[in-house]
C-alpha cells in the first residue's frame, strides 16, 4: 500500500530535549517536506527536499533540522524544542519529474507537546 | 515567492446550500492549483486540482474555477451534506521539476443538518 508514515504519532516532551520525528515513504517520491499546523495560521513549511542530499528551508525553519540520506527517510530534527513548537507536524511527499499533476500525499500527523 | 491568500476562515452553511471558498495568488508564473480537504482528526487529502489552462473543472458536487488575469480561484460545493465538514486548503504553484506548493491558511466548513 502506498503510503507515508510518521513516527511517533504524539509526542510530550520537556524543553530542551532532542527528538526526532521519522517520516518514510514507499513511492519513490523525489520531493518531501514538513509543515506545522496551528490553529488559524494553516499549514506552515517548516523544511523541503528535491532529492537525496537536497534540503532548503520553507517559511519557517528556526529551531528544526532535517537530512535527506535516503530518498525515502525525511527525518524531522528539533535540537532544543521549546514550548512554541508544540504544533501538530504533517510529512508529505510527491513525485517531481514527468508529472502533469502534482498531489501531496500526507502522513498521518505528529502531535508534538513540549512543556 | 507565491502567496497565497483564502478567504473566509470560516463558513457555515445548512445542509443543501452551496458553498464557495475563494483563494487568490500573487505568483503570475503559478499553473496548478489542487485543493485539500482535512477531517477532523486526518489528515489533509487531495479532492481536485485545476491547471491554469482550464478555466472549470467538475467532479460530482464539486467543482473549481480559476481566472488567471484576476489570479484568483474558487472551490464551490453544491447540495452540501454533513460530511462536507471539514478544513479546505487551497494551494498554487508552478508544476514541474520544482514544484514547490504554497497553501492557503484555510477554511472551516461547517455543515448543519
Excluded at chain 1, 100 to 111: A, K, M, S, V
Excluded at chain 2, 33 to 46: A, I, N, S, T, V
Excluded at chain 2, 64 to 89: C, G, R, W
Aim: charged fraction near 20%.
Amino acid at each position: 500500500e502506498a503510503q507515508v508514515t510518521q513516527n511517533p504519532r504524539y509526542l510530550i516532551t520537556v524543553t530542551g530535549k532532542k527528538l526526532t520525528v521519522t517520516c518514510s515513504q514507499n513511492m519513490n517520491h523525489e520531493y518531501m517536506s514538513w509543515y506545522r499546523q496551528d490553529p488559524g495560521l494553516g499549514l506552515r513549511q517548516i523544511y523541503y527536499s528535491m532529492n537525496v542530499e537536497v534540503t532548503d528551508k520553507g517559511d519557517v525553519p528556526e529551531g528544526y533540522k532535517v537530512s535527506r540520506k535516503e530518498k525515502r527517510n525525511f527525518p524531522l530534527i528539533l535540537e532544543s524544542p521549546s514550548p512554541n513548537q508544540t504544533s501538530l507536524y504533517f510529512c508529505a511527499s510527491s513525485p517531481l519529474a514527468g508529472v502533469n499533476y502534482n498531489e501531496q500525499f500526507f502522513g498521518p500527523g505528529t502531535r508534538l507537546t513540549v512543556l | 515567492g507565491e502567496n497565497v491568500e483564502q478567504h473566509p476562515s470560516t463558513l457555515s452553511v445548512q445542509e443543501g446550500d452551496s458553498a464557495v471558498i475563494k483563494c487568490t495568488y500573487s505568483d503570475s508564473a503559478s499553473n496548478y492549483f489542487p485543493w485539500y480537504k482535512q477531517e477532523l482528526g486526518k489528515r489533509p487529502q487531495l479532492i481536485i486540482d485545476i491547471r491554469s489552462n482550464v478555466g472549470e473543472k467538475k467532479d460530482q458536487r464539486i467543482a473549481v474555477t480559476l481566472n488567471k488575469t484576476a489570479k484568483h480561484f474558487s472551490l464551490h460545493i453544491t447540495e452540501t451534506q454533513p460530511e462536507d465538514s471539514a478544513v479546505y486548503f487551497c494551494a498554487g504553484g508552478r508544476l514541474g521539476g520544482s514544484y514547490i506548493p504554497t497553501f492557503g491558511r484555510g477554511t472551516s466548513l461547517i455543515v448543519h443538518p
